[in-house]
């Protein structure tokens, strides 16, 4: 068990549908990274924040958006989902420090399995 | 610009020993990591390596070579649990002077009895 947790862990729903994916970052860790992973695809990275702020995109749709709250807690919003979105999304955080280092170690949750039919 | 090289896939012998190697091209080396991720489920660390050599964890060990661009997973007395995907993954630092961790595709090993 990383410490990092991701509700659902699985989710069922129609094209043109929006959801909201949540995380839980380990205690302690001001990071949270979403990423994307098709069926037998790499790990895509969307978006990272850092202590409420909006740090790095990746190749995160128009379609899609994140935020992280005071609590440290973040949700990805996906909206007008099509077939192709269908995938598994993760959720990792880390401590960060300036310099990176070990900290930096990157801790998954268990992801959320899309479906959109 | 920014890129990671590692075989798609691989097989091995239960009892083997097996290495993965990962090429990179990066502007700001600052770290390489090793995931290891079973199908459907989440990456889960291996390894961390910033300077050259050898870390050793048990039957699990990573190399690296920054003059080289290169890195190395060696696991010994492979077992049928050690089928999975191994992720090599590096922390560059990026002209906006942020951190950002460019992952590779992934390698398959697949581990016969």
């Known amino acids: 068990d990383s410490g990092v947790t991701q509700t659902p862990k699985h989710l069922i729903t129609a094209t043109g549908q929006r959801v909201t994916l949540r995380c839980s970052p380990r205690s302690g860790d001001l990071s949270v990274y979403w990423y994307q992973q098709s069926l037998d695809q790499g790990l895509q990275f969307l978006i990272h924040?850092?202590?409420?702020?909006?740090?790095a995109k990746g190749n995160i749709l128009e379609r899609f958006s994140a935020q992280q709250f005071p609590d440290l807690h973040s949700e990805l919003n996906l909206s007008s989902l099509e077939l192709g979105d269908s995938a598994l999304y993760f959720c990792?955080?880390?401590?960060?420090?300036?310099?990176?280092?070990?900290?930096?170690?990157?801790?998954f949750g268990p992801g959320t399995r899309l479906l959109v039919l | 610009g920014q890129n990671i090289d590692q075989p798609t896939e691989m097989t091995a012998t239960e009892g083997a020993i097996v290495q993965i190697n990962c090429t990179y091209q990066?502007?700001?080396?600052?770290?390489l990591f090793w995931y290891q991720q079973h199908a459907g489920e989440a990456p889960t660390f291996l390894s961390y390596?910033?300077l050259d050599g050898l870390e050793e964890k048990g039957r699990f060990s990573s190399f690296l070579s920054r003059s080289k661009g290169y890195s190395y997973l060696l696991l010994k007395e492979l077992q049928m649990k050690d089928s999975a995907s191994y992720l090599c993954a590096v922390r560059d630092w990026n002209a906006d002077s942020n951190y950002q961790l460019i992952w590779g595709a992934g390698t398959k090993l697949i581990i016969k009895p």
């Open positions: 990066t502007s700001g080396f600052n770290g």
């Open positions: 924040y850092y202590n409420g702020e909006e740090r």
């Open positions: 990792a955080s880390s401590v960060t420090h300036m310099y990176g280092g070990a900290q930096e170690t990157q801790y």
């Open positions: 390596n910033v």
